[in-house]
């Protein structure tokens, strides 16, 4: 370690922001404890921006984040500001910081926290290190997102209880899982749970094939799983279901939306593990007079990505992981 770079910086602040993601709570208890283990001063910002603005700022210590590594959601709070983006209410957010003596500043959450805090680093010059924390798993740069791998864990446990209901009736079910930009979430909780088929937003959905897929997958079967995600072209799993009826008035067909049960619940062992590893590298980087870059996870170590590729670049859908599905299915 550094001793210079690290004597400079007293103090460390942090946030999440955007939607929470399991895993947020075990993040924040990593960089509370690296920050004083290293003589540094943790910072917590309370509700994301917003309470950035307002200066709801917590000095914690090791009691702060006992017993709080097991628990889904963020004890700091989270929320969206259209106001942060005004730079005019902005300058409250540079004053705090300022008025603090905030040196360094580590973001949880997705492209929206990430541009927040890149804007917010030019106005003012501060160091910032970005930690993608999102179930959605669409950030370019890294494997896995905090959280995702808890939420799509969450998904395959409620469609499996749905199966069981769904064969007992004779019943296709539409379960419509979050991902209003990307289907990563539809797509491996699909092929986790032997899913029929998968609807997401990066294919374009043909309601008439649709429609044949059904009734070539229910001859001889008991039951159909279809996931939807939420942005998918051709609307929700109502939406879907509306659709496809007039063509299929003798099957029972059904839909589960299953909402935000997704984002809570206590964090899977990859995500408490993966969650500490970032927290704790992020505070490393800044005491090494790193900033504006985002921790990306890739196979099983940790690596660093400009913040703005973070931002701007787009993961490519794997449509292998759709042909291997297709492959799943008991005829053609």
């Not at 700091?76 to 008025?99: C, H, M, Q, Y």
């Not at 199966?163 to 004779?170: E, F, K, N, P």
């Not at 959905?205 to 995600?229: E, H, M, P, Y």
């Not at 998918?232 to 029972?252: C, H, M, Q, T």
Request: charged fraction near 25%; hydrophobic fraction near 40%; glycine fraction near 10%.
């Amino acid at each position: 370690m550094n001793q210079g770079k690290t004597s400079a910086m007293k103090k460390i602040a942090f946030l999440t922001s955007g939607g929470d993601s399991p895993g947020m709570n075990a993040c924040i208890r990593s960089i509370v404890k690296s920050c004083l283990n290293r003589n540094i001063i943790p910072v917590g910002i309370r509700d994301g921006f917003k309470g950035l603005m307002a200066g709801d700022f917590w000095e914690m210590n090791y009691s702060d984040v006992d017993n709080i590594i097991q628990f889904g959601g963020t004890i700091l709070g989270t929320a969206r500001s259209e106001d942060f983006k005004n730079p005019e209410k902005r300058k409250d957010a540079i004053l705090k910081l300022v008025e603090n003596n905030i040196d360094g500043l580590i973001v949880v959450g997705g492209d929206g926290t990430f541009t927040g805090a890149t804007i917010l680093a030019k106005e003012i010059g501060i160091a910032i290190i970005g930690i993608p924390g999102t179930i959605d798993n669409d950030i370019f740069g890294t494997d896995h997102s905090i959280g995702y791998d808890t939420a799509l864990n969450t998904v395959i446990e409620a469609v499996d209880k749905i199966r069981d209901t769904a064969t007992s009736h004779h019943r296709v079910f539409f379960v419509e899982v979050m991902g209003k930009h990307a289907g990563f979430i539809a797509l491996n909780s699909a092929i986790a749970t032997g899913a029929e088929m998968v609807l997401v937003p990066e294919e374009v959905t043909d309601i008439q094939l649709l429609v044949q897929q059904i009734k070539s997958q229910n001859q001889g079967k008991r039951s159909s799983i279809i996931i939807v995600a939420e942005g998918d072209d051709a609307g929700g799993s109502l939406d879907v279901i509306n659709k496809v009826r007039p063509f299929l008035e003798n099957y029972d067909l059904r839909s589960s939306v299953l909402g935000h049960i997704q984002r809570g619940g206590s964090p899977t062992a990859f995500d408490r593990i993966l969650a500490t590893r970032m927290g704790d590298f992020a505070v490393q980087l800044l005491l090494d007079g790193k900033s504006n870059l985002m921790i990306g996870s890739v196979g099983d170590k940790l690596q660093t990505i400009s913040i703005l590729d973070g931002i701007n670049k787009k993961i490519d859908f794997d449509t292998e992981k759709l042909t291997l599905l297709s492959r799943m299915l008991t005829s053609k």
